[in-house]
């Protein structure tokens, strides 16, 4: 390496002190090496303090100069540019290698990085990995089962699996879908292997003129995807009902807890099958209807299995008596007043009170009544109890195939309905 000599130094008659001016010692002397000062003479370097400051041996022995010139000469040779190679190595790098640890091995290296597995890695959008027994072990923490919109793009897997399992529904023989009361509609088998439309028990009761109850049983609520099982019959009582009014019965979830409500707002259309909901509330489901009479009270009647209702009070006249006519055309009769609109079959007494004419009845649904298309027929004279078979919006026709000399009546006394 060659000499240093930049600036000049101060030196006194018998000091060990070397005094710096526009030096640079410590990056440029190592103690040991030669300093020849002012006078000629030859030292060692005996401490470094400073870039300015330095220790000699012995001490000076020239005349005192306060800016003379001088030289350090290296005595270290290439051991010298090893150690100031190592030292800047050391400056540059020692703190990697102290994170690598003090054991060298591969191990020891992983262990001293926390990788001796994926934990020490910080979450990246690459790179990624997981082994399946990892993948199966995961969670779904923050699973939320009760959103049932649509799954958008914009959906987090998490959010999209709770959508689809809050709707409950896997592929089936109909699975189309159709908007019904503002939910999608099920499709046909739903989780748990049962129909959308499931229903099972549940059979109304009538108690007084101001209570009802629903029996045991349990049914599929579309509104929460889910069947509903109620162990024990619920009673609603004390009942304050307008007259003359249709309440119509809902099975929901409340809160947890299977509950009943009687209300005047009517099933919606089908949903699945011949299953119905709340109109705009799937998340009733409905059960079954009663009517009040004039004074608000409950209509006493029983409900027996296969949607089958028998009312127990008299129905010589209105509501139960829908028509008393004589009409040769095709006459509809509206049976909406004595049996709900999820009602498909009245049945009562017919007489044809008449003792010329015959009566031909037929569904409104046929479209038109003559000799050749009728449903059911009765003689003159004659009075059966029978069903008869109604349009959607609970009406038949009749008509007597000549002028009669007297009155057809129809006196509903039950009726088969849907849920």
């Not at 190592?86 to 191990?107: D, I, K, S, W, Y």
């Not at 649509?150 to 987090?156: F, R």
């Not at 009802?212 to 109620?230: D, E, H, R």
């Not at 059960?287 to 299995?305: E, N, P, Q, V």
Request: net charge neutral; hydrophobic share 40%.
């Amino acid at each position: 390496m060659p000499w240093y000599k930049s600036g000049t130094v101060s030196v006194t008659l018998n000091s060990n002190a070397v005094i710096g001016a526009s030096t640079a010692f410590i990056a440029n002397s190592r103690v040991g090496d030669a300093f020849r000062g002012p006078d000629g003479g030859w030292y060692e370097v005996t401490n470094i303090a400073s870039d300015t400051a330095m220790s000699i041996a012995p001490n000076y022995q020239g005349a005192t100069n306060a800016a003379g010139t001088y030289a350090l000469a290296p005595m270290q040779g290439y051991v010298k540019d090893s150690a100031d190679a190592l030292r800047a190595l050391v400056n540059q790098f020692g703190g990697v290698l102290a994170v690598l640890g003090e054991t060298p091995t591969q191990a020891g290296v992983r262990n001293a990085l926390n990788l001796t597995n994926a934990d020490g890695l910080p979450e990246g959008q690459t790179n990624k990995y997981a082994t399946p027994a990892t993948v199966r072990g995961i969670t779904l923490a923050g699973l939320d089962l009760t959103v049932k919109t649509p799954v958008v793009a914009t959906d987090t897997v998490l959010a999209a699996l709770g959508k689809l399992q809050a709707g409950k529904a896997v592929s089936g023989a109909n699975s189309d879908i159709t908007e019904i009361t503002g939910l999608t509609k099920p499709l046909s088998i739903v989780q748990g292997g049962v129909s959308a439309g499931y229903i099972e028990g549940l059979i109304m009761s009538w108690n007084s003129a101001n209570s009802l109850s629903v029996g045991i049983g349990a049914a599929y609520v579309p509104g929460t995807g889910k069947v509903l099982q109620l162990t024990a019959p619920l009673t609603l009582s004390g009942l304050t009902l307008a007259a003359s009014t249709w309440y119509h019965v809902y099975l929901y979830d409340n809160a947890g807890v299977a509950a009943i409500e009687a209300v005047t707002t009517a099933p919606a259309a089908t949903y699945f099958g011949t299953a119905r909901a709340k109109n705009l509330d799937a998340s009733r489901r409905y059960i079954g209807s009663m009517l009040t009479d004039s004074a608000g009270g409950l209509y006493k009647c029983r409900f027996l299995s296969f949607g089958r209702v028998k009312y127990l009070a008299s129905v010589l006249n209105a509501p139960f008596m829908v028509v008393a006519g004589n009409s040769t055309a095709i006459a509809t009769v509206d049976c909406s007043s004595i049996v709900p609109v999820t009602c498909f079959e009245a049945e009562g007494v017919a007489l044809n009170g008449a003792s010329v004419g015959g009566i031909y009845i037929s569904n409104s649904d046929v479209g038109g009544l003559s000799i050749n298309i009728f449903l059911q027929a009765y003689a003159a004279g004659v009075a059966s109890y029978t069903t008869v078979t109604l349009d959607a919006s609970q009406r038949f026709t009749y008509a007597f195939d000549q002028t009669p000399n007297g009155l057809f009546r129809f006196r509903v006394a039950g009726y088969k309905y849907e849920r």
